[in-house]
């Protein structure tokens, strides 16, 4: 498996310059949202227009997160499966998910496959650092489609 990764181009502990020169030359703005700490952009990923957000502590890259939002769950779910083939055929197989989560989910009334939607994909690349990617539902009846490549704490 390789240990060297990314999901647009940077890799957790590039130099934080990088991510203005890529988000540049893929055509991202500087997002209008401000949150402490967080480098935050518009731009396509996945086809869509995407939040993407990078966290930088001491000039490096920490961690970084794309998010799509959509409308239609038929809609999200097909664009996981996209995602999800692509970061396999980048990184291998992910790692099985936890049943005990699952479990949880289905006590609650919701489907096993919506259980593992919302619990996320995960491929480990190395002790300290994962790729995730969820579909999570929120308060508006939209999807999130989240890919976070971060460093375990």
Not at 52 to 64: A, H, V, W
Not at 127 to 151: A, D, F, M, T
Request: hydrophobic letters at 35%.
């Amino acid at each position: 498996m390789n240990s060297h990764a990314e999901i647009r181009g940077v890799d957790i502990g590039d130099s934080c310059e990088k991510i203005w020169k890529l988000e540049e030359r893929l055509g991202s703005f500087i997002s209008k949202e401000k949150i402490e700490g967080k480098k935050l952009y518009e731009g396509i990923a996945y086809g869509k227009t995407s939040q993407i957000i990078y966290i930088c502590e001491e000039g490096r890259i920490q961690s970084q997160q794309i998010i799509l939002v959509l409308e239609k769950f038929d809609t999200a779910k097909s664009r996981l499966i996209k995602a999800r083939n692509d970061l396999e055929r980048k990184y291998g197989k992910y790692i099985a998910i936890e049943e005990e989560v699952i479990n949880m989910f289905q006590k609650r009334g919701f489907s096993r496959e919506f259980a593992i939607y919302v619990w996320g994909y995960y491929w480990g690349l190395t002790k300290e650092r994962v790729i995730q990617l969820r579909l999570i539902p929120n308060e508006r009846g939209l999807y999130q489609l989240v890919v976070s490549h971060y460093r375990k704490r």
